[in-house]
C-alpha cells in the first residue's frame, strides 16, 4: 500500500512558477513509476508528466515540454514537478499517482493503481 500527499499549489501570475511535491510512505518507492496528471474544471483528467523508477527516463505532454520538469528523491521517497512559465490554461488540480506496471501505459490514468489528494494551481493572466 502507498499513500500519496502533494503539496505546493497556489496561485501565480503567468509567467510564474511553481514546484509541486508528492511524498509518498512505505519502503517501496523505488519500485513505483511516479506520474503527474491534472484536471482542469469540466474537463477529463490529463496526463502532465512521468518519472521512471530510476529517474532516468522522463515523459511529458506536449503542452509542458520545456516549461515543467519532473524528478524525484529516492532517499526522501518524493517526486517533484518544477512548473516554470505557467499559464492561465495549466489551471488545473494536479494529482500524482504511482503505479508498478508496465512503464508502456505510463501516460494512462486508469493504470495507476494510487492516488493523491490532488493540490490546486491557479495562473492568472
Known amino acids: 500500500q502507498v499513500q500519496l500527499v502533494e503539496s505546493g499549489g497556489g496561485s501565480v501570475q503567468a509567467g510564474g512558477s511553481l514546484r509541486l511535491s508528492c511524498s509518498t510512505t512505505?519502503?517501496?518507492?523505488?519500485?513505483?513509476?511516479m506520474g503527474w496528471f491534472r484536471q482542469a474544471p469540466g474537463k477529463e483528467r490529463e496526463f502532465v508528466a512521468v518519472i521512471s523508477r530510476s529517474g532516468m527516463s522522463t515523459d511529458y505532454t506536449d503542452s509542458v515540454k520545456g516549461r515543467f520538469t519532473v524528478s524525484r528523491d529516492n532517499a526522501k521517497n518524493t517526486v517533484y514537478l518544477q512548473m516554470n512559465e505557467l499559464k492561465p490554461e495549466d489551471t488545473a488540480i494536479y494529482s500524482c499517482?504511482?503505479?508498478?506496471?508496465?512503464?508502456?501505459?505510463?501516460?494512462?490514468?486508469?493504470?495507476?493503481?494510487?492516488w493523491g489528494q490532488g493540490t490546486q494551481v491557479t495562473v492568472s493572466s
Open positions: 499517482a504511482a503505479d508498478r506496471g508496465e512503464w508502456s501505459r505510463r501516460s494512462l490514468a486508469h493504470a495507476y493503481a494510487y
Open positions: 512505505g519502503r517501496t518507492f523505488l519500485g513505483y513509476f
